[in-house]
């Protein structure tokens, strides 16, 4: 472990720093304060020894100070002068322990070895449960790559907020499963999640879509109408495409989120309505609103926490962990699995569809797949011309450096018998015992393996 230790007892020190290196430990001593808490944040030791009294605040001081900068580490105060109370606070403070002076070496060698150990747990208990986390994705959000990772990460800070979200990523990476993990992991879970896409509607539909109507505020509004907004109330709306949303709207929209009241078409008064917004767009919205197809205003309200999802392309180490959840789903409990060839030519397609486009593809294989244990290539991406020629190559690279087990043993017979003929320096009956075979035995190989004048010819060079 990294030890900082300050004493400014020299005979302390050093006796304590020979006995905590002979343990194998890296010690760096400093014996006032100030340089203590110097070295608290610059060498980032794993563990604090620190005296109570000497130069400058005192231990208590750098205690504190340790807690702030890492909860976790532990700091062990000495002091000459034990007082219960002092004991007290240095516990209070999150003292891993309190000793007094005089105090054998061996003891604080042995605390520290114990706080070692600790460590490395801990250290394999976070590691394993990255992994594990990673593996199983929050909210049925699968990814291993720092993108993804990152995003997750964004994702559990900002979940449990109201904040808006706007989620950007190519169609098919997985913006509305993200918008639908955000709902989920907030405090609106329970409310309702309400999504609309502004594409696929006119403009008109759209707004009493949105917005609902009162009976009468058109030919058609024969009844009153609740929009979507208001059927959010209490949960989320998902504004799906939103870079496609009609500039008209966008002004109606910004009221809703600058007022958090809507107004049905042909209402005398607004209603409040409660809800988080989550919006997704396909492009960079700044891009709209340069080319003068999005309010600016609108866009600062949305961006205010922006998750972006790369393509697939570009994060092709989360392929087979995709293909492998998309097959356990849809293979329900069948022992179904996905070929190294297979996978491998996954990993190099370029999914212009993305991620949707991966789960289609594992789908119909499996739907494809019969009575097999495997699935098989050529279901994958059947009406995909780039896919044959990836396939192909796949299963040639995955061949190859595989022998016929024949050719193989032959080779290595052959070699191991020069080997023998040149160990025994051409001497072919030490060579047969050598080998294990009878010198007939030898007498013949030699001559299968065309080696008579090469082998001795080898063995007398
Ligand atoms: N990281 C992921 N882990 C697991 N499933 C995912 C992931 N990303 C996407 N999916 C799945 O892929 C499919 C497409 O995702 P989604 O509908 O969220 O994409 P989208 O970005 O909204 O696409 P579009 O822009 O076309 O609407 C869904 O079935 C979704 O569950
Ligand atoms: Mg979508």
Redesign the pocket.
């Known amino acids: 472990m990294r030890i900082l230790l300050a004493e400014d007892e020299v005979t302390i020190a050093v006796t304590l720093t020979d006995a905590l290196e002979g343990a194998g430990h890296e010690v760096v001593h400093v014996a006032d304060t100030a340089s203590a808490l110097e070295q608290l944040a610059s060498s980032k030791p794993e563990c604090v020894i620190t005296d109570i009294r000497m130069p400058g605040a005192g231990g208590m001081a750098v205690l504190a100070r340790s807690k702030e900068l890492d909860p976790a580490r532990p700091v062990v105060l000495v002091t000459g002068f034990a007082t219960v109370d002092q004991a007290v606070e240095a516990m209070r403070l999150g003292a891993a322990n309190y000793v007094q002076k005089p105090f054998r070496n061996e003891a604080i060698v042995a605390m520290v070895e114990t706080f070692a150990r600790v460590k490395s747990l801990e250290d394999e208990n976070a590691g394993l449960r990255r992994e594990l986390a990673a593996a199983q ?1 929050i909210e ?4 291993a790559s720092l993108a ?1 990772q990152q995003v997750f990460g964004r994702l559990r800070t900002v979940a449990p907020t109201d904040a808006t979200v706007l989620v950007q ?1 190519e ?8 918008a639908r993990a955000i709902h989920s992991l907030s405090p609106r879970a329970k409310g309702p999640f309400v999504a609309i896409s502004c594409a696929a509607l006119p403009e008109t539909l759209l707004e009493s879509e949105l917005f609902g109507h009162e009976k009468g505020a058109f030919t058609d509004a024969r009844k009153e109408r609740r929009g979507r907004f208001e059927m959010a109330h209490g949960g989320t709306f998902f504004l ?1 495409d939103i870079d496609d949303m009609p500039l008209a709207l966008q002004v109606k929209l910004l009221r809703v989120l600058q007022e958090r009241e809507i107004e049905r078409l042909g209402a005398e008064a607004p209603v409040e309505v409660d809800i988080r917004v989550v919006a ?1 767009t ?1 492009v960079p919205l700044r891009l709209r609103v340069s080319e003068g197809r999005f309010r600016e205003d609108l866009f600062y309200r949305l961006d205010v926490v922006r998750l972006v ?1 790369p393509p697939l392309r570009e994060r092709t180490g989360d392929v087979p962990l ?1 293909a492998q ?1 998309f097959l356990a789903r849809q293979a329900a409990g069948r022992a179904l699995s996905i070929p190294r060839a297979a996978m491998a030519a996954l990993e190099r397609y370029p999914w212009p569809g993305n ?2 486009e991966l ?1 289609h593809a594992v789908l119909r294989a499996v739907s494809l797949s019969g009575e097999r244990t495997e699935l098989a290539l050529e279901d994958l991406l059947p009406d995909d011309p780039r896919w044959k020629s990836l396939a192909e190559s796949a299963v040639r690279e995955a061949n190859e450096g595989v022998r016929p087990l024949r050719e193989v043993l032959h080779e290595r017979e052959r070699t191991e018998i020069q080997r023998a003929l040149a160990a025994t320096g051409g001497a072919r009956m030490k060579a047969a015992e050598l080998l294990g075979i009878s010198r007939k035995v030898l007498w013949e190989k030699i001559k299968e393996h065309g080696l008579g004048e090469e082998g001795e010819a080898e063995a007398q060079a």
């Open positions: 994705g049925g959000v699968v990814g993804m990523g169609s098919g990476t997985g913006k509305e499963r993200i799906d997704a396909k999802l995709l959840h991620v949707r789960e």
